[in-house]
C-alpha cells in the first residue's frame, strides 16, 4: 500500500554501501515501520523479494527455513537467482520432455501395489497394442502426450479403450481396462519442475567451473546445494501430483474421465477405492452367476453357457464390475460345482462328457475353453461319473434318513427331477432354499456304489452276503442291496469264545463261523 518493498530494496542499496556492508532485518523494519504495514504481510513481501531478486548477495536470498534473512545486501555480481533464470531459458524443450518421461518411470507411486493385486500394468505404453486385449485386467499409466482433463478424456486415451493395433481392430474387454493420466495443468507445472532442475544443474557446472578458478565462495555453493536439493524433491511430487485423472468405460458403456484425488497413499490404491472405478475386489458368490443372479448373464430359456463366457463377461460387458482377478470368478465357479449349486461339463470327441458334480474339477479341464457350466435341471444334462465319496452317509443332502439305504434309494435320488431343501449360512444368516439333484444312470450310480464298498466308504449287505473293502462279487449288487457305513472295528476279545460262544464248538472255531455270527450280531 505504501510501497514498503520499494523502500526496503532503496534502503538496502544505501545499506550496501561502501561494498562490504549490510542492513539487518531489524533495521529494516524499523525504517519501514512509519506506515504502520502488516507484519505478516511485509514478511511475506521481503520473503517474495528475497526469491526473485536478481542482485542480492546469494547468503541474503533465503535460508532453509524459508524464514526471513538476518541480513540484506546488494552484491555487485549477479545472484544465483538471476543464473538459474537465464539457465531456465537455455534449457531445451526436448531435453525437458526426456527428462520428464525419465521421472515418470522412476515415480514408484504411480504403479505401487498394483501388481501385487494381481492386475497386469503398464508404465507409459506408446500404443494400445501393448496393452493385450485378452480378458484379465490392465492397468496403465499414460505419458504426456494422454493428458486429460475431468471430464474430457483425451483421443489418445480414448484410443487406448476404443483399439488394439488399430482403429479397425475395436477392443473386445474393454470393462478390463483402467487408465491413469497426467492432467494439463498438472502436466505443465511438472514440466516445469523439471526445467527448474535442469537449470540448477547447468548453474553447478558453471559454479563448478568457476571454483577450479578459485572464484567461487563455500557459501555460495552450499546455498546452491540447497537449492538443487529443492528441486529435485520436487519433481516427483509434481509428477504425483500432476496423474491424477482416471480414464475408464463407464457403466452406460462410454469413456469417461474424473479427477482422482491424490494422497499419501500409491494412486492404484486410491482409484481402487473410488466409487467410480467400479472396481469389485469383494468375492462373488456362485449363486450370483446363475440365472437368478443380479448380473443378468443368461438369456431366456438357457441351460447351460460356458465358462469362459461367464468369466469374460466381467471383462466385456460395462455393466458389470471390474474383477480384478478373472481366476477369482474361476475359483467362484468351482467353488459352486462343489457344493452342487450346477455342475460343470467338459465335451469328449465322441460327444459324450466328463461331468463334476460336487467335485472340483483337474487343473487340465478348468482351462479347457470348452468347459460348460450346466443348470442342475437340464433335461439334457447326464452324469457321467459320481464319486463314490459322495454316497457316504451325511454328504448328499436328503439321502440319508437314517442308518440304512437300499440301492434302489441311491437310484431313485439321482433319476432326475428330485428337488431337495438345503440349509445355507451367508453373514451369519441361515436360510433354507430347493437344490435340484442332476440326473445320472443306473450304470454310473451302480459304478459309484461298487467304488464306494470296495474303498471301504460303505458296507453293502446283500442276503447273507456282507461286502466292505473288496470288489463286490458279480450278482451281489440290486436294487435290494443295503448300504450302510462301515462296520466298527473288531477287536480281538470281540471273536473269542466268551463274547461269540455260538461260533466255537469244542474249543475251536473256523473264519466262516466267526464271519457268519459276526454278521449276525452287528
Same mark, same amino acid.
Given at each position: 500500500k505504501h510501497r514498503e518493498v520499494e523502500q526496503a530494496v532503496f534502503s538496502t542499496f544505501l545499506h550496501s554501501q561502501p561494498i562490504g556492508h549490510e542492513a539487518r532485518t531489524r533495521e529494516l523494519m524499523v525504517l519501514l515501520g512509519a506506515t504502520r504495514p502488516d507484519r505478516i504481510e511485509l514478511e511475506k513481501a521481503l520473503k517474495a523479494w528475497s526469491r526473485v531478486s536478481h542482485w542480492l548477495d546469494d547468503k541474503n536470498t533465503q535460508t532453509e527455513d524459508e524464514a526471513l534473512p538476518n541480513a540484506w545486501r546488494l552484491g555487485n555480481r549477479p545472484n544465483l537467482t538471476q543464473m538459474h533464470?537465464?539457465?531456465?531459458?537455455?534449457?531445451n524443450d526436448e531435453v525437458v520432455k526426456a527428462r520428464l518421461i525419465d521421472e515418470i518411470q522412476k515415480t514408484k507411486s504411480l504403479t505401487a501395489t498394483a501388481s501385487a493385486a494381481g492386475v497386469r500394468v503398464h508404465t507409459l505404453p506408446t500404443h494400445p497394442r501393448e496393452v493385450?486385449?485378452?480378458?484379465?485386467?490392465h492397468y496403465a499409466v499414460l505419458g504426456p502426450s494422454a493428458s486429460s482433463e475431468s471430464g474430457k478424456p483425451s483421443p489418445a486415451a480414448k484410443g487406448f479403450l476404443d483399439q488394439t493395433t488399430g482403429p479397425d481392430r475395436p477392443r473386445v474387454y474393454r470393462n478390463a481396462v483402467i487408465l491413469l493420466t497426467p492432467s494439463k495443468d498438472g502436466l505443465d507445472l511438472a514440466s516445469r519442475r523439471v526445467r527448474e532442475y535442469l537449470a540448477w544443474e547447468n548453474v553447478k557446472e558453471e559454479l563448478e567451473a568457476q571454483r577450479k578458478e578459485g572464484n567461487v565462495d563455500p557459501a555460495r555453493m552450499s546455498t546452491l546445494g540447497m537449492n538443487l536439493d529443492k528441486a529435485r524433491q520436487a519433481v516427483p511430487t509434481a509428477i504425483r501430483e500432476a496423474y491424477c485423472v482416471v480414464v475408464t468405460v463407464s457403466k452406460a458403456n462410454e469413456v469417461q474421465a474424473f479427477k482422482l484425488s491424490v494422497s499419501a497413499d500409491p494412486h492404484f490404491a486410491t482409484l481402487k477405492a473410488d466409487e467410480r472405478s467400479r472396481i469389485q475386489? /469383494?468375492?462373488?458368490?456362485?449363486?450370483a452367476l446363475l440365472p437368478e443372479g443380479p448380473y443378468d448373464l443368461w438369456r431366456e430359456g438357457e441351460t447351460f453357457r460356458r465358462v469362459t463366457d461367464l468369466t469374460g463377461a466381467f471383462a466385456q460387458l460395462p455393466h458389470l464390475p471390474k474383477m480384478l482377478k478373472s481366476t477369482a470368478i474361476v475359483d467362484t465357479?468351482?467353488?459352486g460345482c462343489e457344493e452342487g449349486a450346477f455342475v460343470l461339463r467338459l465335451p469328449r470327441r465322441d460327444k459324450?462328457?466328463?461331468?463334476?458334480?460336487?467335485?472340483?474339477?483337474?487343473?487340465v479341464a478348468l482351462t479347457d475353453a470348452a468347459l460348460e457350466l450346466v443348470l442342475p435341471n437340464a433335461e439334457d444334462l447326464v452324469l457321467g461319473d459320481l464319486p463314490p465319496s459322495l454316497l457316504a452317509p451325511g454328504v448328499l443332502p436328503g439321502l440319508w434318513s437314517g442308518d440304512?439305504?437300499?440301492?434302489?434309494?441311491?437310484?431313485?435320488?439321482c433319476a432326475g427331477g428330485n428337488?431337495? /431343501?438345503v440349509t445355507r449360512e451367508v453373514e451369519g444368516q441361515t436360510y433354507q432354499e430347493p437344490m435340484a439333484i442332476p440326473k445320472a444312470p443306473a450304470d454310473v450310480m451302480n459304478a459309484a456304489v461298487e467304488a464306494a464298498v470296495e474303498d471301504g466308504t460303505l458296507w453293502l449287505l446283500s442276503g447273507p452276503a456282507s461286502v466292505w473293502g473288496e470288489p463286490v462279487p458279480a450278482g451281489v449288487l440290486g436294487p435290494g442291496a443295503r448300504l450302510r457305513k462301515p462296520p466298527e472295528t473288531i477287536g480281538a476279545l470281540e471273536i473269542l469264545p466268551e463274547s461269540l460262544p455260538e461260533a466255537w464248538r469244542g474249543g475251536t472255531t473256523t473264519a466262516l463261523a466267526i464271519v457268519t455270527q459276526l454278521s449276525q450280531a452287528k
Open positions: 533464470t537465464v539457465a531456465m531459458t537455455n534449457v493385450q486385449d485378452e480378458g484379465d485386467f475386489e /469383494t468375492v462373488i458368490t456362485a449363486e465357479l468351482v467353488q459324450s462328457f466328463r461331468t463334476w458334480w460336487r467335485s472340483r474339477p483337474d487343473a440304512e439305504i437300499t440301492v434302489h434309494t441311491a437310484l431313485d435320488y428337488v431337495v /431343501t
